[in-house]
């Protein structure tokens, strides 16, 4: 079965049952509809992008601000030394926009990336939440040859619908679901925004090779930094 429009539900799950049904499968009625509801759902990108930032936000707000910036980082970096951050955890660290171009900071995240193991670092960008605001990284940040542990390094930009240009090779995950992102260099990077813009520059997709837990518990393995 064709599907002329990927974005009508209907046509995708009519797709899906013919599919299944060719292997032996049929679905019911009720079965269908539950499936169109699901796709209806996941094609909705503009509400999805919506509640990716309202997340993205939420977990931003309640960061422990006690140390931020590079102070943060140095202070993680001190407990994934010395064992008290877990490898496998994840770590929140709290940054100003104009840290991601201070000298100290750009050293640090690589002495991270060089000692680091399997820590996940979200690193929250504060902004000043304006359509033509501009985040630029003009400073190599992560610069390594294709490695799937930068996915590792989540740039958050939680509610920011501004522009965020990565004018600089880097790596990691940026999270500006709102926001605009500009690429104008070559960069190991997954990106969730409102609006990707790609000037003739490299983007490669790197993957998170590590499974997910089958807990659901993360009150272990989620820290902040203090």
Not at 50 to 66: F, G, Y
Not at 163 to 171: L, P, T
Not at 184 to 193: E, K, W
Request: net charge negative.
């Amino acid at each position: 079965m064709v599907v002329e429009d990927a974005n009508d539900a209907s046509q995708v799950t009519d797709a899906v049952a013919v599919a299944l049904e060719r292997q032996g499968a049929t679905l019911s009625e009720d079965e269908k509809e539950e499936l169109k509801t699901k796709i209806t759902k996941e094609l909705d990108i503009d509400n999805n992008l919506v509640e990716i930032a309202k997340a993205a936000q939420a977990l931003a707000d309640k960061d422990d601000r006690t140390l931020t910036g590079k102070d943060a980082l140095n202070d993680v970096q001190s407990k994934i030394k010395n064992g008290e951050i877990a490898q496998g955890s994840t770590v929140t660290i709290t940054i100003g926009a104009e840290d991601i171009n201070n000298r100290e900071f750009v050293n640090g995240m690589e002495s991270l990336y060089k000692n680091n193991g399997s820590v996940k670092i979200i690193i929250n960008v504060s902004h000043t939440n304006k359509p033509d605001s501009t985040i630029s990284f003009l400073e190599p940040m992560n610069n390594q040859d294709y490695n799937n542990g930068l996915t590792n390094y989540i740039w958050n930009f939680g509610d920011y619908i501004g522009k965020v240009c990565i004018n600089r090779d880097m790596g990691g995950i940026i999270v500006a679901a709102l926001g605009k992102v500009e690429v104008n260099a070559s960069c190991d990077v997954r990106v969730i925004a409102n609006t990707v813009i790609k000037n003739g520059q490299e983007m490669h997709q790197i993957e998170d090779e590590t499974k997910p837990s089958t807990s659901t518990s993360t009150s272990e393995s989620t820290s902040t930094s203090e």
